[in-house]
């Protein structure tokens, strides 16, 4: 684990622990497959032993930390399959409700489509992994939000976490991130366009990364 960094007094009460472990498995301050200490996580996040537990049991629900019986807790780290299946869901999901974006996409919704695209863009050039990480999820989730459905909203959100670890594992190379944002640019055109059909292939290429 990393080297633990102190918190202010009582922030583990402002914030949930949860939360807190999650945004740093989620930014790749613990790492797929690390063991997590609930010693250590007791003193990373000033909090007690049964705050660390209910965290760890909450993020084992969600399969973004994984139990061992008489060994511990660990970030989970999805293999080959599970991924691969985890992207068809996602697949399956996010094309299923393409109709539904381009009839529901004002003029309004286009244009911050692509002020949050232009934001990916010069995150590339100018921002941190996170920040890119962050801009990513930002243009994704008001892409989708126009579907109308804030369940499907949020059960993409939770299965995006379980293979979206770390910023820097996103993307495995500098042309693969320019690829997203052509990507990301071809989704706004389908949908100013009125083309679901387009916006659906776009969205498949974009998730398998082809």
């Known amino acids: ?51 660390v537990r209910r965290a760890l049991d909450r993020l084992a629900q969600r399969r973004l930390v994984e139990h061992v019986p008489n060994r511990g807790y660990h970030v989970f780290e999805p293999d080959g399959r599970q991924a691969a299946e985890i992207s068809e869901i996602r697949v399956l999901l996010e094309t299923g409700v393409a109709d539904k974006v381009v009839a529901n996409a004002s003029s309004l919704d286009i244009q911050a489509l692509r002020s949050l695209a232009s934001r990916f863009d010069r995150m590339i050039l100018e921002g941190t992994p996170i920040q890119l990480y962050e801009a990513n999820l930002t243009f994704h989730h008001r892409l989708l939000s126009l579907c109308g459905n804030e369940e499907l909203v949020n059960l993409v959100t939770e299965i995006r976490q379980r293979t979206s670890s770390a910023p820097v594992a996103q993307w495995k190379t500098r042309a693969r991130i320019e690829q997203s944002s052509r990507e990301h640019h071809e989704m706004i055109d389908a949908i100013a366009a009125g083309d679901a059909a387009a916006l659906r292939d776009a969205i498949t290429r974009h998730i398998r990364q082809n």
Do not use: F
């Not at 684990?1 to 807190?20: F, H, I, S, W």
């Not at 930014?27 to 032993?49: F, N």
């Open 1 to 51: 684990m990393n080297k633990l960094k102190p918190r202010g007094e009582n922030a583990a009460t402002a914030v949930d622990v949860t939360d807190l472990i999650l945004n740093d498995i989620q930014t790749g301050v613990l790492a797929p497959g690390s063991w997590l200490k609930q010693i250590d996580l007791e003193r990373r996040y000033q909090c007690t032993r049964p705050e």
